[in-house]
């Protein structure tokens, strides 16, 4: 049988990106990855990484199709041939399910129509989302392209923490609620934990701490999410690269009102110039952590905002679920920054959560354990891996 038999292709389109993964579901096994950015800009690049060989390349990519056909060349100067490689699926991440939308979906003329009809609720993704389902869709029009929504696995939230108090009716004509994103990455990573742990999901409350350019938490009980930080956009909750999270709603009316800022400005103003950039002017944890230890007072207040609400949501998440058994970092920042992990846990010891430093500390890809011997709350680093969970739902759900 050929290796790429039963694979899917898992495709997560943003604005100007494009990253894909050619998975096995079963295994896990990465066949070929790769990513397309600056699409439509100038200085257009591409790189893919196939066999053990990666090729960087700067062409001009016009759109997203442009993007997938150069794919398609990459692989086929590998030996794939798309059309004919016995793919199970072409995976899509797509932001925002709303209210339609909460398993994964094969997609058909009438899906692409409502994904569509709810991209006001996520002006920002749904439309690159569909874009990357439109292209793919033509290049390989004899594979099934299911649909695996951010929102999906917080669908169930109690009503008590999806509902804003603002007027009820206002809220129902307009689909105003607290979705959740991130959803593919909390629910992997919270079924792992279960694995590592060698538990019954069902038998443990967690906080996961999904930490990377958008960041998120989110408070499982038994398997069930019963809280998120992230509403009705991506945009609430924790402090992120570029992101404000939470902040007084008065704050948008003010900026309207006494600073003259359209509502356009307002978006972009809290979605990019905010966050650990607009406090300090850099995103990446890396390169706050050197201005810190240089002594920059902006990168030293960035972090302690940061550090602050994470704790915040810490604390809360553990009174929502009455008793913690598990707390677990993610992505970039979860999984690599040694300092944020150790910060927002420091000095819980009398709540029962004791992080090891020495384990702290180590580097490892692999899901590991930093909370000491005796700690009665286990604290981990789980490495997510969206684009497997999207891989395998896509192949289960088209009977792969
Ligand atoms: P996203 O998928 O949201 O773009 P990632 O999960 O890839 O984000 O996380 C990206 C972030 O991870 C970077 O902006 C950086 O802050 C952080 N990061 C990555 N590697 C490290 C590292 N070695 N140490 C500290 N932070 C890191």
């Known amino acids: 049988m050929s290796p790429t038999s039963g694979a899917v292709l898992v495709f997560n389109a943003g604005s100007s990106s494009l990253k894909y993964q050619l998975v096995q579901p079963a295994d896990g096994t990465v066949l070929a990855e790769g990513i397309a950015e600056r699409i439509g800009d100038t200085g257009s690049s ?43 699926a072409v995976g899509h991440r ?44 033509e290049l390989l029009p004899d594979v099934p392209s299911v649909a695996i929504f951010d929102t999906a696995f917080f669908h169930g939230l109690p009503d008590a923490s999806a509902t804003y108090a603002i007027d009820r009716a206002v809220a129902d004509e307009h ?3 607290r979705y959740g994103f991130h959803g593919t990455s909390h629910e992997y990573v919270s079924g792992r934990v279960a694995e590592f742990l060698d538990r019954d999901p069902a038998s443990l409350n967690q906080i996961v701490l999904h930490l990377g350019n958008g960041a998120s938490a989110s408070a499982i009980a038994g398997g069930q999410p019963i809280d998120t930080s992230m509403g009705m956009t991506p945009l609430e909750g924790l402090v992120m690269g570029t992101r404000s999270g939470d902040i007084d709603p008065g704050l948008v009316l003010h900026l309207n009102r006494v600073a003259n800022l ?29 201005l810190m230890e240089s002594g920059d007072d902006a990168a030293r207040r960035a972090f302690d905002v940061y550090i602050h609400r994470l704790r915040r949501y810490l604390g809360a998440y553990a009174f929502a679920l009455g008793r913690v058994d598990a707390i677990t970092f993610t992505a970039g920042v979860g999984e690599n920054s040694a300092v944020v992990r150790c910060c927002a846990l420091a000095g819980l010891e009398g709540f ?48 792969g």
């Open 46 to 88: 591409m790189t893919h990484e196939q066999n053990g060989e990666t090729v960087t390349e700067t062409l001009q990519l016009d759109d997203h199709l442009a993007a997938v056909r150069r794919a398609e060349r990459f692989f086929a100067d590998n030996g794939t041939d798309l059309a004919d490689a016995g793919l199970s």
């Open 94 to 137: 797509v932001v925002h399910g709303g209210r339609s939308f909460y398993e994964p979906t094969v997609v058909t003329p009438e899906v692409i129509s409502e994904i569509e009809r709810i991209s006001p609720l996520a002006p920002l993704h749904n439309p690159a989302n569909l874009v990357g389902i439109l292209a793919a869709q």
């Open 175 to 177: 689909a105003i609620r």
């Open 262 to 290: 359209s509502v356009g400005e307002i978006d972009t103003l809290l979605n990019k110039r905010s966050g650990l950039r607009g406090l300090c002017g850099e995103n990446d944890f890396r390169a706050i952590t050197e």
């Open 352 to 399: 029962g959560i004791v992080v090891d430093e020495e384990r702290n500390a180590v580097r490892s890809k692999a899901a590991r354990r930093i909370s000491a011997d005796g700690s009665a709350v286990e604290v981990l680093v789980v490495p997510t891996n969206e684009e497997l969970a999207i891989a395998r739902q896509s192949a289960a759900v088209v009977g």
